[in-house]
């Protein structure tokens, strides 16, 4: 059984067990999470979402993606800007799926 959901403008494809990273949610560590933005439960589909249907999450951890580096230079002297950024996640861990 599968299920596709919707968080943070993104869609996922998730079945029980399944560990998956998501934009950052204002949750504690440990505690549940419910996605109630179920597109899809196997064959059945919503639209836009199925009315009743919920993936039941826990949350693992918060962290941080691996750091990018943001380099723009122009071909002059003294034109060269340098920037990092690490993106926040939450990562879930699906419990149930239930229609």
Known sequence: M???IQTGGKQYKVSVG??????????????????????AID???GTPF???AKVVCTVEKQGLQPKIDIIKHRSQKHHTKRQ???QPYTKLVVKTISN
């Open 18 to 39: 399944d560990e998956i990273y998501v934009e950052k949610i204002e949750q504690e560590d440990g505690s549940e999470y419910t996605v109630n933005e179920v597109l």
């Open 50 to 52: 199925l009315k009743g």
């Open 84 to 86: 990092g950024h690490r």
């Open 43 to 45: 064959s059945e589909f």
């Open 2 to 4: 599968f299920a596709i």
